[in-house]
């Protein structure tokens, strides 16, 4: 089979329309909203256009199913979620297609998404069947406390287009593992990743309403009211720090619990004791995967200034030497942006950055033609003024900056508003563990440019969210405490 073919199947096998109630159907209106190949910019299909009603259909369909599904039996819970870590699995090849034509990213790389997505349903499968609770003596003895944990109840579940697998997992895992039904909203640009995702949990025996998908190209339409209307009891959202915010201004009206996986700004410190290899390999991982398009991408690179014109040079040199190209070509490493708002950024803070007197080690030039390439680009002497340095650059870019004292750029790495993850290279462990302390992150990748782990609580701190995924805490985020009072009287 050629990849033309095969890229003609992964597209038409994926129901094009809304998952709603165990069912597929079209959007109330009969409208559908174009996904493009961001490799081309071409169409690739039309899928169903939710409008509000909608929208309050799917939900409708949760608030149904919750208490039946609340009342199932752990261990068929976890049951179907390892039934699907294993389908997803199986069709890895389909499953990693499909998200490099949606999304861009190469082949290998979206391999290893589906993977890590996979990783999550095997995880909390695990955890579904690990629920407990408590029981414990009051103080003076009279009453006994006895804790039992449930699910929140209908949950709102809204991701981005950067990981289009891996972030629908790492919150429908914990969410079916606890018991709770949900509708998910995913993002325009990579809405086919989900609907395939939804497919194989019905197929994994996921019951009628428990997950329903609904797709949109007005996102704030449809989610606005399911907010405001009193029956959501979570929002668990990833995305931008901006849309975070409106969010939460929306779930304060009605109290809705929320979890936040917002944007990131991260420090990548190299220390002059560092092994340059391994930084050097630490930092491609950190800034490379994904094309740069990740919350933990290394986004402000400060470096001892006795190692700076090394690491700067050896890190330029590995990133010429990376092949540019659609991610479905083999031997590309890095795909093209999501789409010209996306890339228009990158461009817009490279020019930035250069009229403030930034060296271009390498790249810098967006190419001719069609597809939203972007070179990889190694910025050195960067004004710590840029506005790179204070905006997710979102794209293959690195920003080099020097400094010479570890107060310093402590206080500099902390000086942003975000908190997600930081990197810190040294050999020196008092160091190491004096910095990881010290830095303002939710997580902090040590001699690695890499961090996440579905066993791991992921997550970050500031406006950098609210709230864990993954690790025993992802679950917790689906589970409310319920205690009864229980008074033990003395034998008459
Ligand atoms: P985004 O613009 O914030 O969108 C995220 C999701 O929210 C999309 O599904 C989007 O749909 C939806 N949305 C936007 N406005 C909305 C509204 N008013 N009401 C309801 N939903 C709304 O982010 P993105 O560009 O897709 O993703 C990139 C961002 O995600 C970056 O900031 C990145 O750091 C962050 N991210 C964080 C993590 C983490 O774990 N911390 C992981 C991955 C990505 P529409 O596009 O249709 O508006």
Known sequence: MTITDARTDVVAAVPKRLFIDGAWTDAASGSTFAVADPATGREL????????????????????????????????????????????????????????????????????????????????SEEAVRIDGGYAPTPDGANRIVVMRQPVGPCLLITPWN????????????????????VLKPAPQTPLSSLALAGILAEAGLPAGVLNVVTTSDAAAVIEPLLRGGRVRKLSFTGSTQVGRILLAQCADTVVRTSMELGGNAPFIVFDDADLDVAVDGAMAAKMRNMGEACTAANRMFVH?????????RFAERMAGLTVGPGTEPG???????DAAGRGKVEELVADAVARDAKVLTGGTTPEGSGYFYPPTVLTDVARDSALMSTEIFGPVAAITTFEDEDDVVRVANDTDWGLVGYVFTRDLDRAIRVSERLEVGMVGLNTGLVSNPAAPFGGVKQSGLGREGGRVGIEEFLEYKYLAVPVRAAK
Do not use: N
């Not at 200034?305 to 040079?313: G, K, L, T």
């Open 45 to 124: 299909c039309e899928i169903a256009d939710a409008g509000p009603d909608d929208g309050r259909r799917a939900l409708e369909a949760a608030v149904a199913a919750q208490e039946g599904w609340a009342a199932t039996a752990p261990r068929a819970r976890s049951e179907i979620l390892r039934r699907a870590h294993e389908i997803i699995l199986a069709r890895t090849e389909e499953l990693a297609l499909l998200m490099t034509l949606e999304m861009g990213k190469p082949l290998d790389q979206a391999r290893g998404e589906v993977a890590y997505a996979a990783e999550f349903f095997r995880w909390f």
């Open 332 to 338: 590309t490493d890095v795909g093209p942006l999501i």
């Open 163 to 182: 990981f289009p697998l891996a972030m629908g997992t790492r919150k429908i895992g914990p969410a079916v593992a606890a018991g709770c039904t949900m």
């Open 305 to 313: 200034r006795s190692v700076a014109d090394e690491f700067a040079a």
